[in-house]
């Protein structure tokens, strides 16, 4: 049985930004898979539309740091 850590999502560049083959998106992608190696998981998910990521890790406390950074971000 696989667990599931959910999906984050973050409107990260402009909407015309909408294909998986975009340099930006190329890019960022690549520095998941980094993080997730440090981290000894997998990116699991990664997506895009219309500017706004989708990924998810294989990791519970990869996913909680994302998230956390993302928060911490918003609010400064």
């Known amino acids: 049985m696989s667990e599931s850590f959910g999906l984050i999502e973050v409107d990260l560049f402009s909407s015309d930004v909408n294909g998986l083959d975009h340099p930006e998106v190329i890019r960022f ?3 998941l898979e ?3 190696m ?3 998981s997998r990116l699991l ?3 895009i ?3 706004t990521v989708s990924f998810s890790f294989d990791n519970e406390e990869l996913m909680t740091h ?3 950074i993302l928060q ?3 609010q400064g």
């Open 29 to 31: 992608r690549q520095l």
């Open 38 to 40: 440090e981290y000894h």
């Open 72 to 74: 911490n971000d918003s």
């Open 66 to 68: 994302v998230l956390k």
């Open 49 to 51: 539309d219309q500017g």
């Open 45 to 47: 998910f990664f997506n």
């Open 34 to 36: 980094d993080v997730a």
